[in-house]
């Protein structure tokens, strides 16, 4: 068997068994996803420009008359597609483009000011817990098990009654709601990186906690993170939206697609669409989000897969 | 009559992202008759585990069968649908993993697990398969046959576990066994155990079995024949005693160099004058360890009791014993890790504080961990020239293009291509990690490198550059080491002197020669008739020897009274050894046991 093999003597040097490092390669939803987002993102900084009307305009009814008809005093209400309104009327007459296009600012703004506030608290709470340990460990996890017993939507309702619903409030509160998934997950996260050998080996040179938090644990918490905080942002986007829904959101006139779904249901019955741009609108959103999320972690599963074999 | 399994110009490739084909194994054939053992030896990347598994018709993911066939009964399995293979796999070809721990579920009892196989196939029914596993754990020696099928994976040891697999796998009467690797992450003496109930069993049921190891001396005990695998191709085949006694080929004979030499006296480095004879580098004074918080101080569980060990400048001291004597702790001791409770560790002469925090920078940078496991123990978002950065900058303030050459010095110095500087952990063979791990503990020029267990992961031709590389970094350095190992052969070949701890106590250290020679302590006897040698026949002469079967299958209590390793102790003394504690024997050069037995009846 051996003799097959004679004239070339092999160098056996030790086997490589790491290829090289995979960067990121997006397939096609994941670039889709980032399309959908790109494009919102320039709608939420572009929006004042390119829309046709103010977002609380009335539209004047003179724009609705039909040349050649004797009408004086159309309906300005739920009126479909037209050269004046591209995308129809809303139930005061205001033009639907130009306040989903305003939305954008307003929804898309509070979500992620809001998960910034969740993922700020959350990170620092949870890592204060995975480090600190024991006693410190114990507290803040009771608190926030206490916490995110309370029914979300509820205790919502509960803090707008009492203090009333501005924009910053709304922010606030939704980042705190939200900050209590992401401390379980940061925690978590975190206590796994915390006993590994690397970590041991910072200690072991003598660093401070700070120089092991930002360089050990955070760089290595961060890709699940990221992962989560693409979903988590989706979350406060429909959360911010059901609020609107309720009417304890944002406040009138300004706009934002989870209050346009509602204050627009009126006219399903007329057939009109009014109410299913801004629910499309979430919907694009939150889906693409989701695209690149998915993309993302399947990129790091994937290395996860391949370590494995 | 065609063979039970042949394996005929089989072919496997990888594919990559890219969708091209990368030859993992390349046209291996050999074949497995009826109540053969075949192994499949090679380091890890040869393909020594894909081969395996084709036998189940099985490829990892991102793997493909490309050529060849593989026949079982002159049936070739490759081209069969997913529902015939699956019903083949564990009836007629039964799959032992490396990690029995890994593989038992802990929530089900071991009989539900050991049956589990045979009762779906419908092999047998419940009442047989229970009964047949009564039979197995019976020929696999293991205690009380009739009612450990009631227990649960956690209630038997590691050594227990690992055979509990091998009736698990046997019980369907499979026609081929296939064992993954499965004593490689034991001791030595658990070893020996597995490895002698394979072997019996094996033989007693007449069945075939494709063994599966990096481990040369291993092989010589278990197989018929043997297939030497590199990089997927095979380079010897033959019977194990043409192999193992005759090889032909140089990869062999490279496999065979790198088989350390069962521990004797006459290995260890004679001592030389070189290093003055002042304060030891690192000494360990009566320490007592452990875990957990008990009354006055006292840890819940102690793992180390009144441990002295000194390391003198330049010299290296193994410490050895088997998994959870403590040896571990005591590195970690003395790293600070793990305060003790009594006792101090002294750097050159002055008490070190016994927590990390308390000890200045400068005592931190002169006592160095090396960690287990390379790949845990490197940060995988953190490339090679931080990672070895970061303690230059640390310890000696160096910055900019002094600290990148020092860098490239380091990775000179651990025999790694400079270049591997921009790499990332991950992009990197398990041995360069090691390398690596080990350039970062000497980036802080430290005077004591404390190894634990720096091997151990690593199979046979990779850990024994890693151990020349020690070698020569000790002499180029004048570091001096403790190096922590299961295994005596490798602790032989490279320490100085010699620590045996057995459940938290020294029972023996000396210098390597004097340990390694009588008399000895008889855990240390135990120790020495474990290590497998290379050659066929070792196994039933170390069982039949009174030796090693003191050590067969007894947990490590640990004592507070008399000796740790009375009930295993072929020679205790009733009465005595258990009721008082063992005094210290010194018997010159350093060399001390604790036993109550004396100088002649040791040995």
């Known amino acids: ?309 | 009559m065609p063979p039970l399994l042949e394996v005929d110009a089989l072919a496997i490739d990888a594919r990559t992202e890219d969708g091209e084909l990368v030859p993992i194994v390349k046209g291996v054939s050999f074949e497995v008759q009826r109540g053969e053992v075949v192994a499949l030896i090679g380091e890890s990347g040869s393909g020594k585990t894909t081969i395996a598994l084709s036998s189940l018709g099985y490829t990892k993911p991102g793997l493909e069968f490309t050529g060849g066939a593989v026949r079982l009964e002159g049936e070739n399995i490759l081209t069969l649908p997913l529902d015939v293979i699956r019903d083949l796999r564990g009836r007629r070809v039964a799959y032992l993993a490396q990690s029995a721990a890994a593989t038992f579920n802990p929530a089900l009892t071991i009989g539900e697990q050991v049956t589990e196989s045979a009762v779906l196939h419908g092999t047998l029914t419940v009442s047989e398969a229970n009964t047949r596993a009564t039979e197995l754990y019976r020929a696999l020696d293991l205690p009380d046959p009739e009612r450990l099928g009631r227990r649960y994976p956690h209630q038997v040891s590691g050594g227990q576990l690992q055979r509990l697999m091998a009736a698990m796998a046997l019980c369907g009467k499979p026609d081929l066994l296939v064992l993954d690797e499965p004593t490689t992450a034991l001791d030595v003496t658990t070893q020996i155990e597995v490895l002698k109930a394979f072997k019996s069993v094996i033989q007693h049921e007449g069945a075939a079995a494709i063994y599966v190891t990096h481990d040369l001396s291993v092989v010589a005990q278990i197989a018929d024949r043997i297939v030497v695998l590199y990089a997927g191709d095979i380079q010897e085949y033959g019977t194990t005693h043409q192999v193992i006694n005759y090889p032909v080929h140089d990869y062999t004979r490279r496999l065979m160099a790198a088989v350390r030499p069962p521990p004797a006296a006459g290995q260890g480095d004679e001592l030389t004058g070189a290093h003055e004879r002042e304060a030891p580098a690192l000494e360990v004074k009566s320490i007592t360890a452990g875990y957990g918080r008990g009354k006055g101080g006292e840890p819940l569980v102690t793992v180390l009791r009144d441990v002295n060990v000194s390391i003198e400048r330049g010299h290296v001291v193994g410490v050895i014993g088997e998994s959870g004597c403590g040896k571990s702790t005591l590195a970690r001791v003395m790293a600070g890790l793990l305060p003790a409770s009594q006792g101090e560790v002294r750097l050159s002469g002055t008490a070190l504080p016994p927590r990390l925090r308390d000890r200045s920078r400068a005592q931190l940078q002169k006592v160095q961990f090396v960690f287990q496991m390379a790949d845990t123990a490197l940060n995988p978002r953190q490339r090679i020239d931080r990672i070895l950065g970061r303690p230059i900058e640390f310890y000696l303030g160096l910055k900019g293009a002094n600290k990148r050459r020092r860098i490239n010095e380091l990775l000179q110095m651990v025999e790694l291509p400079v270049a591997f500087a921009s790499r990332y952990p991950e992009e990197l063979s398990g041995g360069q990690k090691q390398r690596v791990n080990l350039a970062r503990a000497l980036a802080a020029a430290p005077e004591v490198l404390l190894c634990d267990e720096v091997i151990s992961a690593l199979d046979t031709i990779v850990g024994a550059n890693v151990i020349e590389l020690l070698k020569r970094l000790r002499e180029q350095t004048g570091v001096s080491f403790v190096f922590i190992s299961h295994d005596l052969s490798t602790v032989a070949s490279f320490a100085d002197e010699i620590v045996v701890l057995y459940a938290g106590r020294v029972v023996e250290q000396g210098p390597t020669d004097t340990v390694l020679s009588p008399p000895y302590h008889p855990y240390t006897r135990l120790l020495i008739a474990s290590v497998p040698e290379l050659r066929v026949g070792w196994l039933e002469e170390a069982m039949a020897s009174q030796a090693a079967q003191a050590g067969i299958d007894r947990g490590v209590t640990l004592t507070d009274v008399g000796c740790p390793f009375f009930d295993r102790c072929p020679i205790a003394i009733p009465g005595t050894c258990d009721r008082e504690d063992p005094p210290q024997q010194t018997l010159g050069m350093g060399h001390v046991i604790q036993c109550h037995r004396g100088d002649g009846e040791t040995s």
Do not use: C
């Not at chain 1, 700020?120 to 009771?142: F, P, Q």
């Not at chain 1, 299913?276 to 999320?293: D, E, H, M, R, S």
């Open chain 1, 1 to 309: 068997m051996s003799d097959a093999h004679a004239p070339k003597p092999p160098a056996y040097n030790e086997l490589p068994d790491a290829p090289p490092r995979r960067r990121i390669q997006l397939t096609w939803p994941g670039k889709v996803g980032i399309a959908v987002v790109g494009f919102w993102m320039i709608i939420v900084f572009t929006a004042p420009f390119i829309a046709p009307y103010h977002e609380a305009d009335i539209l004047d009814e003179a724009l609705f008359i039909v040349p050649g008809s004797d009408e004086k005093y159309p309906e300005t209400d739920f009126q479909s597609p037209s050269k004046v309104a591209y995308l129809g009327t809303d139930y005061l007459g205001r033009d639907l483009l130009s306040r989903i296009l305003y939305g954008a600012r307003v929804t898309i703004g509070i979500s992620l000011a809001a998960t910034f506030i969740a993922y700020l608290v959350g990170i620092t709470l949870g890592i204060a817990a995975a480090v600190g340990g024991g006693k410190l460990d114990s507290a803040l996890s009771r608190f926030n098990d206490a916490f995110l017993s309370i029914p979300s939507i509820m205790l919502a309702l509960v803090v707008i009654a009492a203090i009333g619903s501005t924009i910053p409030i709304l922010i606030v509160l939704t980042g705190l709601i939200y900050a209590t998934s992401v401390f379980r997950i940061a925690r978590s996260l975190g206590l796994d990186v915390m006993v590994s050998d690397f970590v041991e080996a910072a200690r072991v040179r003598g660093e401070g906690l700070w120089w092991i938090i930002t360089r050990e644990i955070l760089p290595n918490i961060a890709m699940p993170m990221a992962t989560d905080f693409g979903l988590r942002f989706v979350y406060v986007i429909l959360f911010i939206s059901s609020l609107s829904f309720l009417g304890l959101g944002v406040q009138p006139p300004t706009s934002d697609w989870g209050s346009m779904v509602r204050e627009n249901l009126a006219g399903l019955p007329y057939g009109s669409i009014a109410p299913l741009v801004p629910a499309l609108a979430i919907g694009t959103l939150t889906v693409a989000i989701n695209l690149i999320v998915d993309d993302v972690s399947a990129h790091s599963g994937g290395r996860l897969a391949r370590r494995m074999i």
